[in-house]
């Protein structure tokens, strides 16, 4: 038997703070061996234009292997279509057959804003107050709504390229509750005690001197080859972390490091060691913290698990029979 569990039904049965409480549990479960990840695979349809990611892992806590697939076909919006979908597969521990498969294209854009959550959670200072938000897209949104869950905005600066898409967000955002408003670059990093990063970009978007002591920077936009927000050469002393640090070295932020022989293994940390206590994070008030998201495959297998149940229980879930 094989369960489908629709858009529509995941947004009715989870929340950002349900994603960000299994995002905490996962990455600690992570760091204590009892969940893995496995290789990333890439892929593009006919048109080379197109790109398709598919992520890997086994989720220890829910005893549930399974794989996400991610695409991006930029001619989708013409259609009528979102350019950007996603779903997870989940499988049975016991006999690799499917159990089921859920629409996951608001779970990533959930999943991804509780991962900036948690990381400003556990790594930016206790009395951050103001967060420099740089990106003006769907994802930016939900990251400005998810770091609200966990510390006490005063202030969201939003910027971006175009003036009026930062002064777009920035009213969407104070219709959600938010005290934003659109800034510049470089002077609203004067301000910042948090900086989030929800680009595309494939160049730094920021310079690394401008980054006030003490602030704490998420680096969202880079889950694959040739894509960079931040500059190679980070403050001095700055901390690395990561989601998982061998991933963010090969397609995230800190490949590029990585391939100068700047970065190795040693040198980013998983959040999970912060939260399952193995390691002390941010160790200073004057300390900048850099964390980056690649996204991984645990993520989406957690909160699609716990979708799948609470679908279930609430009849939002369709069963069919594959034989």
């Known amino acids: 038997m094989l ?6 039904a995941a ?10 409480a299994e995002t905490e549990a996962l990455l600690a479960a992570l760091d204590r061996g009892e969940s893995l990840l496995f290789p990333a695979v890439r892929g593009h349809g006919s048109d080379k234009a197109t790109r398709f990611g598919v992520k890997a892992g086994y989720d220890g806590a829910n005893q549930v292997p399974g794989l996400k697939v991610g695409s991006y ?5 013409a259609r009528g279509l979102g350019n950007h979908g996603s779903t997870t597969l989940l499988l049975d521990d016991a006999t690799g057959l499917p159990t089921a498969i859920v629409a996951a294209t608001w779970l990533t854009a959930l999943r991804t804003a509780a991962m900036d959550a948690v990381a400003v959670k556990h790594l930016a200072r206790a009395d951050a107050v ?4 740089i990106g ?3 994802q930016a949104y939900y990251d400005a709504l998810a770091i609200a869950r966990v510390r006490s905005l005063r202030a969201v600066i939003v910027c971006a390229r175009r003036s009026e898409a930062a002064a777009d967000l920035a009213a969407r955002l104070r219709d959600a509750g938010l005290p934003a408003r659109a800034g510049e670059l470089p002077q609203a990093l004067a301000e910042a005690d948090i900086v989030s990063t929800v680009t595309a970009a494939t160049a730094p978007v920021l310079q690394a001197a401008d980054l006030r002591p003490g602030c704490h920077v998420s680096a969202m936009g880079a889950d694959g080859p040739g894509k960079q927000e931040l500059p ?3 403050p001095a002393g700055a901390s690395l972390w990561a989601d998982s640090p061998q991933q963010s070295l090969t ?3 800190f490949q590029h490091g990585h391939a100068a022989g700047a970065l190795g293994t040693d040198d980013v940390r998983a959040l999970g060691g912060v939260i399952a206590g193995r390691i002390r994070g941010r160790t200073s008030p004057d300390e900048i913290t850099v964390f980056d998201s690649s ?7 957690a909160i699609a698990a716990l979708v799948l149940r609470r679908a279930r229980e609430a009849g939002l879930a369709l069963d069919v029979d594959l034989d």
């Open 73 to 77: 076909w930029p001619g989708n919006r």
């Open 3 to 8: 369960t489908l569990v629709s858009e529509a």
């Open 130 to 133: 103001t967060l420099v938000l």
């Open 232 to 234: 190679t050469q980070l």
């Open 295 to 301: 996204g991984i495959a645990l993520q989406d297998l």
């Open 251 to 253: 397609m995230g932020e």
């Open 11 to 20: 947004r009715r049965v989870v929340d950002i703070d349900d994603a960000i």
């Open 136 to 138: 003006s897209g769907h």
